[in-house]
C-alpha cells in the first residue's frame, strides 16, 4: 500500500509538472514591446477566440470522421448472465445447453435448474451498397470544409488586423497634427496678443483666434480620444484584454502587391470545392440504399448449471442479406433530394466565382485609387505648407487678418489630415488585395 502511495505521488507532481512547463510555454510567447503588423498577425492568429473555436471545430469534424471508420471493423459483444427458473421450457433449454438430458426427465415438469451463461458474438457488414465508405467521403471531406473556415478565419483576421494597425499609425501622427495645429494657433495668438496690446489688432480678430485655439484643443482631444479606441480594438483583435500598445513606424513591415491578380485561390471556392465532395458522397449513399445488405455473424456460447452439475457449449455462425423490396419510395426521394443538392452548389459555384471576380476588381480599382491619392494629397501638403508659412509671416507683420491666417492653419491641417488618411488608405488597400486574391497578408501566417 505504501508503494502505491508513492508511486501516485510521483506521478501526480509529474502532471503538476508538466501543467507547470506547459504554462511556462504559453507565457514564455512574450508580448513585444514594440508591434509590428506581421508579429499583430501572426499572434492574433494564435490567440483570437474566432481561431480557437475554428480550430475546435476541426477537431470536432475529425472526431465524426473517426466515427464513421468503424464501420471498418467487425462489432464483438461479450456478456454474461445467472439465473434460476422452474418455467418447463426454460428449464428443458438449460438441461440441453448443459449436455444435461437423459430419458428419465418430465418434460411437464423437468424441475428447477440453474445456469450462468457466458456468450460472445461478433458481426461484420460486408456490404451495403457503398454506404459506409460514402458515408466516410463525405466526413472526410467535412474536415476538409472546417479547415477551408479556419484558413477564411486566419486570412480575415489578418486583414483586420492589419488595417487596424494602420488605423493606428495614422491616429498617432494625427495626434500629431492636431498639436502642431495648436502650437501653431498658440503662437499665432501670442502674436495677436502683442499687436492687440499695441494697438495694431482689433479685439474681433483677437477673439476669433482665441475661438481656433479653444478649437484645435478641442480636435486634440477628439484626435487622442480616437487613438485609444483604436488602441483597445487592436488589443481585441489580438484577444487580449488590456495592456500598451506601442507601434514603431520603422518596423512596420511592408507588404508585396500581388503578383497574379486572381480570385482563384480564395477559400470560397475551396469551400464549395468540399461541399460539392459532401452532396455526392451523399448522393452515393442515397443511391445505396437500392442495393442489399450482407452481415457476417458468429457466435460462441458456455453454459454452466450447478443444480444439473453439468455444463455444455455451442457456437453459430453464417452469413445473412437483407434487401428491402419497397419503402415507400423514400429512397427514391432521397436520391432526388441528393441530386438537387448537388445542382444547387454547382450553381453556387457559378455564383461565388461572379461575386469573387468583382470583388479582386474593386480591390485592385480601390489600391489604383489609393496610389493616385498618395501622390496627389503629397503635393497638396508641400504646397499647404508653404503657404501657411508666409501667412504665418504675414499676420506677424500685420499684412493679413486674423481670419485669413486662421483658414490657411485649417487648410494645412486638412492637407495633413488627408494625407493621412491617404498613406493609410494606400497600406489598407494593399492588404485588401491580398485578401481578395486568397493571399496571406505575410509569408508565413
Known sequence: MQKLTQILIFLLAAVVFQFGTGCADTLAAEIPTSWTAQQAVTFAIANNPD??????????????????????????????????????????????????????????????????????????????????????EAAEAGIGLTRTDLVAVHRQLGFEVVKNFQAILQAEEMVMVREEELAAIGAALDVGLARYEAGDLLRQDLLNLELQHSRASEHLIQSKHTLELTRRSFLNLLGLREGQVTINPQQSSDQEIPEKIDYRNRHELQRIAALEQIAVAELQKAEGGKLPTVDGFAGYQVDNGWVENETGDSWMAGVRMNYTLFDGNRTTASISGARLKLRKIEGLRIKTELALNLEVQQALLDYEQAKERLSVTGKMVGVAEEVARLSRARFKEGVILASDLIDFEMRLTDARARQLAAKAGYKVAIANLRRATGLDQFAGN
Not at 449436455?99 to 456490404?127: C, H, V
Request: charged residues 20%; without cysteine.
Open 51 to 136: 481561431s480557437t473555436i475554428a480550430r475546435n471545430t476541426i477537431e470536432e469534424a475529425q472526431a465524426a470522421a473517426n466515427m464513421t471508420r468503424a464501420t471498418d471493423y467487425p462489432l464483438v459483444n461479450v456478456g454474461a448472465e445467472y439465473g434460476q427458473t422452474n418455467n418447463p421450457m426454460y428449464s428443458f433449454g438449460n438441461i440441453l445447453n448443459q449436455g444435461a438430458f437423459d430419458d428419465t426427465i418430465d418434460f411437464n415438469d423437468p424441475g428447477r435448474t440453474d445456469n450462468l451463461q457466458l456468450k460472445a458474438e461478433a458481426s461484420y457488414r460486408i456490404y451495403n451498397g457503398g454506404r459506409d465508405r460514402a458515408e466516410q
